[in-house]
């Protein structure tokens, strides 16, 4: 059977009915369906062991599931071949994974490379990757990993991801071994990015401030790879579904909700009548 073709509102991602059972018995995901649709940032959060890995895992078949069936672009990626997948499928985990013996521009260029594209290529596609992430090229593109900061090798982790611009990225607590500043910078630098790239991102997490402020929606998981909700963060917030979810987001629901609250201009204080705008004010 051939894949079926996919339309723009086709989901990029879609898990249907997915288990996975270990060969020592645990069930990490049962019936697990879910769709993520091209350009969303999908975060998966829920308590440790809840299955969030093990879905993510799943899509670029470094877990294989036991049972059910998932798509990318369409795709069964069961009857696609491992390595072509992951070249579409680009992977950020915690530990970085940074190939220690090569330096930056090797890191950034690893899928480029495998792919064939010629020097000068690799090199522009490099060059873009490493701007794009906010460090410069001339200067980080020649360190080693080690020469590096915690948030800078991090970044030099999603440049990797991206260099071969896949349209899906699975992001495994990218920022979770970071220091908080750093952390916060990291978060802002990527909603930016994503801003730009509208990659398909499902991206795990255990911090559900992060997900608040990352995911375009966000997935709570129980134990045994159970969904027990899938929204957008100020529904989550606002009407958690079940039990389970408003005590995972906890008494101070309310004040998280704040941040996720935008101000809109009528709710602001008007100006005081009478005010003289200085010459000159008032320009765009
Ligand atoms: P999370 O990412 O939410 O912390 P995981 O997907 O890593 O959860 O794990 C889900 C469950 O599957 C846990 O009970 C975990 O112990 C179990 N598990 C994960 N990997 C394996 C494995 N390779 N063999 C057996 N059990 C595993």
Redesign the pocket.
């Known amino acids: 059977m051939t894949a079926e073709p996919t339309t723009s509102a086709d989901p990029m991602i879609s898990l249907r009915g997915v288990g996975k059972r270990?060969?020592?018995g645990?069930v990490?995901?049962a019936g697990l369906s879910l769709d993520v649709p091209a350009g969303e940032l999908l975060c998966l959060v829920?308590?440790?062991?809840?299955?969030?890995?093990?879905?993510m895992k799943m899509i670029n078949r470094l877990v294989e599931p036991t049972s059910g069936q998932i798509l990318v672009a369409g795709e069964d990626v069961a009857r696609t071949d491992p390595v072509r997948l992951r070249r579409r499928i680009g992977y950020v985990i915690q530990q970085i994974g940074l190939f220690p013996h090569l330096t930056v521009r090797a890191n950034v260029g690893t899928v480029p490379r495998m792919l064939g594209w010629d020097r000068a290529r690799i090199r522009a596609r490099v060059d873009a990757m490493l701007d794009l992430v906010g460090l410069d090229p001339a200067t980080m593109g020649r360190r080693y990993p080690h020469e590096l900061s915690g948030g800078q090798q991090q970044r030099v982790g999603v440049a990797r991801a991206l260099a071969a611009d896949p349209p899906v990225l699975l992001m495994d607590e990218p920022f979770s071994a970071i220091d908080p500043i750093a952390r916060d910078r990291l978060q802002a630098e990527f909603l930016r990015l994503q801003r730009e790239i509208r990659k398909t991102v499902v991206f795990?997490t255990?911090d559900l401030d992060e997900a608040i402020r990352l995911g375009d929606r966000i997935a709570v998981?129980r134990q045994g790879?159970h969904l027990e909700q899938v929204d957008p963060p100020t529904r989550i917030l606002g009407r958690p579904a079940t039990d389970f979810v408003a005590g995972f987001t906890g008494s101070d629901r309310a004040l998280r909700r704040l941040s996720v609250t935008t101000l809109r201009r009528e709710d602001l204080e008007p100006p005081r009548p009478g005010r003289v705008e200085p010459a000159g004010g008032g320009q765009p």
């Open positions: 270990y060969p020592d645990t990490a995901v829920g308590p440790s062991g809840c299955g969030k890995t093990t879905t795990v255990h998981f790879g």
